[in-house]
C-alpha cells in the first residue's frame, strides 16, 4: 500500500497497520524493537488528546506514538513537515497537561 498524502508522504503498511508515512512506519519498527528489548514499555499508538480551555473543547491533538521509558511517558511525533497548526497543537498540549512532544 503506497498512496502520497499531504507533504508528499506515502502511506505504508507494517504489522497490518498502516501508517501516515514511511518514516512513521520505519520509527514504528524501531519502537517494537525497543519494546522486545525491555528497553520501553506500554507502547500505544495514535493516541489521542483533546485540548480543553476553560472547559471548551477546542480541539484534539493525536500523538504517533506514547510508551514508558525509564519509568517516564513519553509522546512521540514523527515530523517530516512542521505546519502552523501542528505548532499551535504542540503547545496546547503543554498548557494543557504539561506534556512536551519529542518529535523524530
Known amino acids: 500500500m ?5 507533504f508528499n508522504a506515502r502511506r505504508t503498511e507494517l504489522d ?28 500505544a499508538l495514535q493516541v489521542e488528546y483533546p485540548m480543553i480551555v476553560n472547559g471548551h473543547k477546542v480541539c484534539s491533538y493525536r ?21 502552523p497548526i501542528y505548532s499551535l497543537k504542540k503547545k496546547l498540549l503543554f498548557a494543557c497537561y504539561g506534556i512536551r512532544i519529542c518529535e523524530t
Open 2 to 6: 503506497s498512496r502520497k498524502g499531504k
Open 16 to 43: 497490518g497497520i498502516v501508517f501516515d508515512s514511511k518514516k512513521e512506519a520505519a520509527r514504528y519498527g524501531d519502537l517494537k524493537l525497543l519494546a522486545k528489548a525491555g528497553k520501553i514499555t506500554d507502547l
Open 63 to 83: 500523538a504517533d506514538f506514547r510508551y514508558m521509558e525509564n519509568g517516564k511517558t513519553v509522546v512521540e511525533d514523527t515530523k517530516g513537515f512542521k505546519n
